[in-house]
């Protein structure tokens, strides 16, 4: 079931709308066949093995919303040769492929829903439904509960509110920032860590169920 974000015209001025909550709550325990799916494939993926990790894959895996998918380009994006890169980038080769790991572990790791099809998508919040209105590359997670709201971009600075779950907008984030100003959906505004903050556009990843009966990781990928 998808949950719709009730926002009104929070980013040309005040906006009047209420502020939702939407805690994590995780549905794989729904079959117990995905628990055991996803513990094997965490540990797997935790080990770096990139051909049980491979393995796992949908042969139609979608990975990017220019790529071809499949299991050959998720091998691809796991070992990352620097050939593969521009000659500017080929000295983050490391660095890029590690992150690439780190994100699937991440991801995997998020409490999950079935979707109307029976496909199992994780995070949870990517079942938020965005207004139309709203550009999504705008729209972030607050993943915690209690999180400070604060009046300075500080971790001394007095708290605003704290908050848990919510949507939060950023028009103006700022790549390696400790904190982000941002805007919730009722016009309030302060710095949130930005620890505490997933993009609406960010990874994403779905199991599902074949043919056969086995799951398979079907989708990952970030982006619109």
Partial sequence: ?????????VICGPAVADRQSFP?????DRDPSLVTFREALLAQVSARDIDAV?????????????GDGGPEELRSNLTLDPKALSEEQRENADALRAQYWS??????????YFDEEGEFWMPHQWQITLPAS?????????????????????RNS?????????????RDYQDGAEYQRVLLTDGTQGYMHADFLWPMTGH??????SDAGDWELCTFVSGD
């Fill in 54 to 66: 491979v393995s796992a894959a949908c042969p139609d895996i979608y990975l990017s919303h220019g």
């Fill in 24 to 28: 994590p709550v995780d549905q794989a």
């Fill in 158 to 170: 007095s708290i605003i509110s704290l908050i848990s779950h919510e949507i939060a907008i950023i």
């Fill in 204 to 209: 994403r990843a779905a199991f599902v169920k």
């Fill in 1 to 9: 079931m998808k949950y719709a974000l009730l926002l009104a015209a």
């Fill in 103 to 112: 994100d699937l572990e991440t991801t995997l790791s998020q409490p999950g």
């Fill in 134 to 154: 709203l550009d999504p590359e705008l729209a972030f997670f607050v993943k915690g509960s209690d999180v400070s709201l604060r009046q300075r971009p500080d």
